[in-house]
T-cell receptor, first 116, second 114 residues
Framework: SQKIEQNSEALNIQEGKTATLTCNYT??????LQWYRQDPGRGPVFLLL?????KEKRKERLKVTFDTTLKQSLFHITASQPADSATYLC???????????????FGKGTKLSVKP | NAGVTQTPKFQVLKTGQSMTLQCAQD?????MYWYRQDPGMGLRLIYY???????DKGEVPNGYNVSRLNKREFSLRLESAAPSQTSVYFC?????????????FGEGSWLTVV
């Protein structure tokens, strides 16, 4: 069956360290993969998108990697801060979804807590 | 530019009652979506509309109906609410998602069915 999994429900790290979140998928061939941030009581907010032919994408302290052989994306936050505490969702668009546009598939999220 | 606006923010319904969640976007996006988010289940697509005048079922459409009133507005209706529909509902919009554009979410509607 098709799955997208974020291995950790929660991740606790110390301020200043690098947070690394994992997203694995099975039986999909994603055209691209996205990462979103969700704060409590709010809607998800887009952070980064990485295409299947890209290995790495950076935006300020954020870095995303995409390994189509391992079927895995890693999301890194360097020099983490307490303000980075939130739930992070990965999502993918299968490249073989046929004619539909609607099926952005989300992982369940990893709740990151950055302690001062 | 408000982005995606949903109403109401909070609602309590009795089993069997009906209600409509309203959603509007001011970004001139073609595609709109309704998701529900439940603890341990993540975000699941209920219905989507690829363009004005079209709607399609997502992963969990049972018990819901939608209307794409115009390009801006996409409503979600619960005809006979059930406790299993207690959830947080998110409306979203995007432009040509396949090309790599991103989804923009509303702030959510918290629905409790008792």
């Amino acid at each position: 069956s098709q799955k997208i999994e974020q291995n950790s429900e929660a991740l606790n790290i110390q301020e200043g360290k690098t947070a690394t979140l994992t997203c694995n998928y099975t039986n999909y061939s994603p055209a691209y993969l996205q990462w979103y941030r969700q704060d409590p009581g709010r809607g998800p907010v887009f952070l980064l998108l990485i295409r299947e032919n890209e290995k790495e994408k950076r935006k300020e302290r954020l870095k995303v990697t995409f390994d189509t052989t391992l079927k895995q994306s890693l999301f890194h936050i360097t020099a983490s801060q307490p303000a980075d505490s939130a739930t992070y969702l990965c999502a993918l668009i299968p490249s073989n979804y046929g004619g539909s546009q609607g099926n952005l598939i989300f992982g369940k999220g990893t709740k990151l807590s950055v302690k001062p | 530019n408000a982005g995606v606006t949903q109403t109401p923010k909070f609602q309590v319904l009795k089993t069997g009652q009906s209600m409509t969640l309203q959603c509007a976007q001011d970004m001139n996006h073609n595609s709109m979506y309704w998701y529900r988010q439940d603890p341990g289940m993540g975000l699941r697509l209920i219905y989507y509309s690829a363009s004005e005048g079209t709607t399609d079922k997502g992963e969990v459409p049972n018990g819901y109906n939608v209307s794409r009133l115009n390009k801006r507005e996409f409503s979600l209706r619960l005809e006979s609410a059930a406790p299993s529909q207690t959830s947080v509902y998110f409306c979203a919009s995007s432009v040509k998602l396949r090309s790599g554009k991103t989804i923009y979410f509303g702030e959510g509607s918290w629905l409790t069915v008792v």
